[in-house]
């Protein structure tokens, strides 16, 4: 039953009984929708939480890079002036080590350039990512058509 059934139902009624009926059904619509907004609020504060989730894992990322990038430079300057010093012991004691000598580089192989430097090992996994919420399968528009429809009828009777 649709809206103006409603009302040619309750035309003969007393003003106050027809103004009781229409409030109920405003009433009702707008929790509907206060619902839908808060609901929406939800799901905006659950993604906002996970974009900071992603921002502070690549902002760790990238320091993480960046401490690497550094610490190969210094390495690289290390082995191009033949100063590679074996670690400490652990410990402390024990005689110093002499540097060692910069590790020997293999021939370039005809059309394949220069050697190629050791592969990194693989990066840790990542964590799994957070399960989406399963969205409602009726759209706020049929919920508001579907409460509608029900108060209508049974305002009808």
Known sequence: MEFGDFMDSIRGEPIEKRLD???EILTRVMSIVVSAIDDLGNRISAIEGSLTDCMN?????????????GEV???????????????????????PMKPLSPAP???????????RAPVAP???PKPPAPKPRPMSGMSA??????????LFSKRRR
């Open 57 to 69: 894992s690549i902002t760790s990322v990238t320091n993480s890079l960046a401490s690497l990038t």
């Open 73 to 95: 430079s210094t390495l690289k300057q290390r082995v191009a002036s033949g100063v590679v010093a074996a670690p400490a012991p652990v410990g402390g004691g024990g005689a």
């Open 122 to 124: 693989p990066p840790a």
């Open 141 to 150: 528009r049929s919920a508001i058509n579907s409460e509608l429809k029900a």
């Open 21 to 23: 009926e229409i409030s």
């Open 105 to 115: 580089q293999a021939p370039a192989v005809q059309g394949q350039g220069a050697p």
